[in-house]
């Protein structure tokens, strides 16, 4: 089977080409940072019209990079949500656009699902195994069964990490985005100079909160700032020292009891924020002590991607999921209330 995946559900435009024996044909992704780099954020209205400008093109430059035409493919897969409404539509929309004309199978894949699927699509690995996925927008940990079946552990009641990052760079006048740039902060920093929290480690369970942590720093930088006027080189790179440890002691922590939980005996992580080398570095330790294999994708199938909804539509159309015509674009879509009701149901 070879599918087309479109994913268009946040800030950046995706499109590709792959087969079920895992190989990827193309994967075209166009990005939106600078487009929103003056606004500190991403804008939703500028997000749809980029999405629809260059939703044609993405997929186009796809299909030529494959050598293939749409007639060539088994099936066309798009991320009907969780996502910005604006965007998830444009690619809904030219998903139908192309099942009807070329009278292929239309799939709507959850982004989440997307994600949660990589590590089957980059390693081949078998169900089950536990997922944890951290980027600008998610924190959850995921018990993965089957390609339609996804329980959460857990996750961040507040704040995504990778947000928090971005947040602490700009508290510190440091570039977007914000998790490299703390990270290479960090380096030269000492992680022990300040006492920053440990959020939720009292707590039971494999629930998160980043946003105390990140309350914590604010106020470090502010009594330094009042005490020698200023930050130096030294006070910047200790925060950003600090601040990394802490997210990845409280992630090593709850990922420690989210496998002790599963008995999983794979640890698969996500997102952009798992290019945190000191992050990956704690999770292959608690993975090891834990007796689970560590798989960390490389960081283009990470991030957001359309390889993942092609793979994801691969393994829903393999599982009999046929959407129509009617298929929903929703932009609130819990990952594990996946099962049954989105066989072409819509809402
Ligand atoms: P989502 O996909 O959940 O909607 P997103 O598109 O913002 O959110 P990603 O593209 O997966 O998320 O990841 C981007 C986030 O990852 C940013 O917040 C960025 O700061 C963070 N990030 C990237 N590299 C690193 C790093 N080395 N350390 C920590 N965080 C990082
Ligand atoms: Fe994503």
Redesign the pocket.
């Known amino acids: 089977l070879t599918f087309l995946g479109i994913e268009s559900?946040?800030?950046?435009t995706a499109a590709a080409v792959v087969r079920d024996d895992r190989d990827i044909l193309a994967s075209v992704v166009a990005g939106q940072t600078a487009l929103h780099a003056d606004f500190g954020g991403v804008v939703p209205e500028i997000a749809a019209r980029a999405h629809a400008e260059k939703l044609d093109a993405c997929v186009e430059e796809a299909l030529s990079q494959a050598g293939l035409r749409l007639a060539d493919l088994d099936g066309i897969a798009v991320t009907a949500g969780p996502?910005l409404i604006g965007g998830v539509l444009s690619g809904v929309m030219l998903a139908k656009g192309l099942a009807i004309g070329s009278g292929l199978p239309l799939i709507g894949v959850n982004?989440l699902a997307g994600?949660a699927l990589t590590p089957r699509l980059t390693d081949g690995v078998a169900y089950p195994y536990l997922m944890l996925?951290v980027?600008?927008?998610?924190c959850q940990f995921l018990s993965v069964t089957g390609p339609d079946s996804f329980t959460r552990l857990g996750g961040t009641i507040d704040d995504?990490?990778?947000?928090a990052?971005?947040k602490i760079?700009k508290l510190l006048g440091l570039p977007?985005?914000?998790?490299?740039s703390?990270?290479a902060a960090a380096r030269a920093g000492n992680p022990r100079r300040f006492a920053l929290p440990r959020p939720l480690l009292d707590r039971p369970g494999c629930d998160l909160s980043f946003s105390g942590l990140k309350t914590a720093v604010l106020r470090q930088r502010d009594d330094l700032a009042a005490a020698q006027g200023g930050l130096h080189e030294q006070d910047r790179a200790d925060l950003c020292a600090g601040f990394?440890a802490a997210v990845a002691d409280v992630l090593a922590e709850k990922t420690r009891r989210a496998l002790a939980q599963t008995g999983a005996p794979v640890l698969a992580v996500?997102?952009?924020?798992a290019?945190?080398?000191t992050?990956r570095a704690a999770l292959q330790t608690i993975a090891a002590e834990a007796g689970a294999a560590f798989l960390a994708p490389p960081l283009r199938l990470?991030?957001?991607n359309a390889a993942m909804i092609a793979w994801a539509g691969i393994e829903a159309y393999n599982a009999g999921q046929r959407d129509g015509m009617d298929l929903a674009a929703r932009p609130r879509w819990p990952l594990d209330q996946n099962a049954a009701p989105m066989l072409g149901a819509g809402k």
Do not use: R, Y
């Open positions: 559900s946040c800030d950046d996502g982004h994600h996925l980027s600008g927008g998610h995504a990490p990778g947000e990052f971005d760079a977007q985005p914000g998790g490299p703390v990270e990394q996500a997102g952009g924020v290019a945190n080398q992050l990470c991030t957001d």
